[in-house]
């Protein structure tokens, strides 16, 4: 198959992340790739964009790829480099470090690249994987990543996906969200010159739902799930619209 593609990757672990290159790597087989990212850091950033101060994108080469880095947010690297890359057919972003399940979609950086990409009107792949103490294995996981490309840039249809490759992964699986509560904490600590901080953390609260992302992660399995950009609860409105008919 020819495939010919405008790929344009972005993430939110930064410019320099092993992730990305990993993903750049094996994006070029599907067609010409370009990235664009933040030039430190953005994790957890969701879908800030930047409207205060004038953002900068500068040529920095990645090894042979093209690639420019940004003093902003993962959604900020996408809006430009679109600008500065015309006709982009599909925004692939990760390979994050760290999965993105649940109701961690809300608020991740890496997940907000690829929406933005649906906002303007191109299609966007989130793609991440878990972490432990050590870095994860992106030759190990290329493969995966390979297939998971190779079933979904062909398909237009598929506007928004949520990826997560979990190591020797046994399988792909298409699933839902997982919507999980969580138990919210705050702890306090001090830093070494004693100054009080505070960290936000997080307890899951219910078990898993056979079906949703996480279930599937957790038994080996790389997760699959479309997105859509209409937050309308259908039900509750139409529910509403019955109890306050004028």
């Given at each position: 198959m020819t495939w010919g593609m405008k790929l344009l990757i972005c993430n939110?672990?930064?410019?320099?992340?092993?992730?990305?290159?990993?993903?750049?790597?094996?994006?070029?087989?599907?067609?010409?790739?370009?990235?664009?990212?933040?030039?430190?850091?953005?994790?957890?950033?969701?879908?800030?964009?930047?409207?205060?101060r004038p953002l900068t994108y500068r040529r920095t080469p990645i090894g042979s790829f093209d690639a420019y880095r940004v003093n902003g947010t993962p959604a900020d690297c996408v809006a430009l480099g679109a600008h500065q890359w015309d006709q982009v057919d599909v925004v692939l972003s990760g390979i994050n470090l760290g999965t993105n399940l649940g109701n961690s979609m809300w608020h991740s950086g890496t997940l907000a690249a690829a929406k933005q990409a649906a906002l303007l009107g191109m299609r966007g792949i989130a793609l991440s994987t878990p972490v432990t103490d050590t870095e994860p294995d992106f030759e190990a996981l290329a493969p995966w990543v390979d297939r998971v490309l190779e079933l979904l840039l062909p398909d237009t249809t598929l506007h928004l996906v949520n990826v997560n490759i979990p190591p020797s992964a046994k399988g792909m699986r298409w699933t839902r969200q997982s919507v999980r509560h969580y138990d919210g904490q705050v702890v306090p600590g001090a830093d070494p010159m004693g100054r009080q901080h505070f960290w936000l953390t997080v307890r899951p609260i219910e078990t898993l739902d056979e079906g949703t992302d996480r279930w599937a992660l957790q038994r080996g399995y790389v997760t699959l799930t479309?997105?859509?950009?209409?937050?309308?609860?259908?039900a509750e409105l139409a529910a509403a619209m019955k109890r306050h008919r004028e």
């Amino acid at each position: 198959m020819t495939w010919g593609m405008k790929l344009l990757i972005c993430n939110d672990d930064g410019i320099y992340s092993p992730g990305l290159a990993a993903l750049a790597k094996v994006a070029r087989r599907f067609g010409d790739v370009r990235i664009v990212a933040p030039d430190v850091e953005q994790s957890s950033m969701g879908h800030a964009i930047t409207a205060s101060r004038p953002l900068t994108y500068r040529r920095t080469p990645i090894g042979s790829f093209d690639a420019y880095r940004v003093n902003g947010t993962p959604a900020d690297c996408v809006a430009l480099g679109a600008h500065q890359w015309d006709q982009v057919d599909v925004v692939l972003s990760g390979i994050n470090l760290g999965t993105n399940l649940g109701n961690s979609m809300w608020h991740s950086g890496t997940l907000a690249a690829a929406k933005q990409a649906a906002l303007l009107g191109m299609r966007g792949i989130a793609l991440s994987t878990p972490v432990t103490d050590t870095e994860p294995d992106f030759e190990a996981l290329a493969p995966w990543v390979d297939r998971v490309l190779e079933l979904l840039l062909p398909d237009t249809t598929l506007h928004l996906v949520n990826v997560n490759i979990p190591p020797s992964a046994k399988g792909m699986r298409w699933t839902r969200q997982s919507v999980r509560h969580y138990d919210g904490q705050v702890v306090p600590g001090a830093d070494p010159m004693g100054r009080q901080h505070f960290w936000l953390t997080v307890r899951p609260i219910e078990t898993l739902d056979e079906g949703t992302d996480r279930w599937a992660l957790q038994r080996g399995y790389v997760t699959l799930t479309p997105l859509r950009l209409d937050l309308t609860n259908e039900a509750e409105l139409a529910a509403a619209m019955k109890r306050h008919r004028e």
